[in-house]
């Protein structure tokens, strides 16, 4: 509207819009826990926004696990690594960012856990020989891992020693056993197992 001379001219109109973009949250991913060497699943990340485009950049922490240290759209899948002796967590921080009409609104932020359980290692065990009737002491496996639960199974390649094919945990005490003329060699195999996390 003009005024002067106490006249007031009303001019043509003209319209504009304003557009205000959505503050852009992700779509829940769960954290994974997995084994040195195992494969993480991918991440495909994803909002409910709409009308823009979301783009996604992300950042991790822990380069060492097997996935670069920054990276923009979805995570593929990578192998787990893991070479230490305890769990190793990864912090994977996603930023979403949306744009529309000339305009990139940072969104909120997004964190991702990836837990990497090492290789349980066993404690080297000394190789024994003992008498026909003896007794052979109980042996217990050991391993350098920490941060989770370390579990032994066993077997024995000669039951006629007198130990059992199989077994679980501690390798038990036992009577040796041989009436040949020769030496009887039995070969154990102790494999751990390291829990963490489910």
């Given amino acids: 509207t003009f005024t002067n001379g106490g006249v007031s001219c009303t001019g043509p109109t003209k319209t504009f819009t304003i557009t205000v973009n ?4 992700l779509n829940i991913l ?31 922490n822990k380069p060492t696990n097997g996935l670069a240290a920054s990276g923009t759209g979805n995570i593929a899948s990578f192998t787990a690594v893991n070479n230490g002796t305890a ?23 997004d964190t991702i856990y990836v837990v990497v359980n090492p290789t349980a290692k066993i404690n080297a065990i000394a190789d ?10 109980s042996t217990m496996p050991t391993s350098t891992a920490t941060g989770g639960t370390v579990t032994y199974t066993w077997t024995n390649n000669t039951t006629s020693i007198g130990l059992a094919a ?14 040949g003329s020769t030496a009887i060699t039995s070969t154990i195999i102790v494999t751990p197992t390291f829990t963490n996390g489910g």
């Fill in 166 to 179: 199989s077994g679980t945990g501690a390798i038990p005490s036992f009577t040796a056993t041989n009436t």
């Fill in 87 to 109: 769990p190793d967590t990864a912090t994977i921080i996603v930023t979403p960012t949306f744009a529309n009409g000339g305009t990139n609104c940072v969104g909120t932020k």
């Fill in 22 to 25: 959505p503050t852009v949250t």
């Fill in 128 to 137: 024994k020989a003992a008498c026909n009737g003896s007794t052979v002491a």
């Fill in 30 to 60: 769960n954290d994974q826990i997995v084994c040195n060497g195992a494969a993480v699943s991918a991440m495909n990340f994803s909002t409910t926004a709409t009308g823009g485009t979301t783009t996604y950049a992300w950042t991790n």
